[in-house]
């Protein structure tokens, strides 16, 4: 069976961890080990934190928006803007690498994302904002599979 929730929300970064608990709390159905879900929530924050300081540039303005998938035991999230895109996706990939070091940023949300997921595929467009699609398979759910 497939179940699936979406969220909206405006992008300012007191909405972060508001996007990172509501994902939780509705993956948590899947009885997920501890370190999975805090993979999870952390990939959320990521991303969603991505979409406020780089693709809206921290303006205020603008959405961002979830839609999270559970099926067979695998989560899908789909985080996206329709903010300023990505210049260029391998770079913005590259550990360290931030366009706003002012802020102090780490460059290490992709790489994050990347570790803690199954699968990251990212789309974008400049000028015209960027999605991110990501996939995990509980460890719970396969040993249920597997039995």
Do not use: W
């Given at each position: 069976?497939?179940?699936?929730?979406?969220?909206?929300?405006?992008?300012?970064?007191?909405?972060?961890?508001?996007?990172?608990?509501?994902?939780?709390?509705?993956?948590?159905?899947l009885?997920p080990?501890?370190?999975?879900?805090?993979?999870?929530?952390?990939?959320?924050?990521?991303?969603?934190?991505?979409?406020?300081?780089?693709?809206?540039?921290?303006?205020g303005?603008?959405?961002?928006?979830?839609?999270?998938?559970?099926?067979?035991?695998?989560?899908?999230?789909?985080?996206?803007?329709?903010?300023?895109?990505?210049?260029?996706?391998?770079?913005?990939k590259?550990?360290?690498?931030?366009?706003?070091?002012?802020?102090?940023?780490?460059?290490m949300?992709?790489?994050?994302?990347?570790?803690?997921?199954?699968?990251?595929?990212?789309?974008?467009?400049?000028?015209?904002?960027?999605?991110?699609?990501?996939?995990?398979?509980?460890?719970?759910?396969?040993?249920?599979?597997?039995?």
């Amino acid at each position: 069976m497939r179940n699936e929730m979406s969220l909206e929300f405006t992008a300012i970064s007191e909405n972060e961890s508001f996007a990172r608990v509501t994902v939780a709390a509705f993956v948590a159905q899947l009885d997920p080990t501890l370190d999975e879900l805090t993979e999870i929530k952390t990939v959320v924050s990521e991303a969603v934190t991505n979409s406020i300081i780089h693709g809206y540039e921290n303006s205020g303005k603008g959405t961002v928006k979830i839609k999270a998938m559970i099926e067979d035991g695998i989560v899908t999230l789909i985080i996206s803007d329709q903010g300023v895109g990505i210049k260029d996706v391998e770079e913005a990939k590259q550990p360290l690498f931030t366009t706003k070091p002012e802020l102090e940023r780490s460059g290490m949300g992709f790489t994050i994302m990347e570790n803690f997921m199954d699968h990251v595929e990212i789309e974008t467009e400049e000028g015209k904002g960027t999605t991110i699609y990501m996939t995990k398979e509980l460890a719970a759910q396969n040993k249920a599979v597997c039995k």
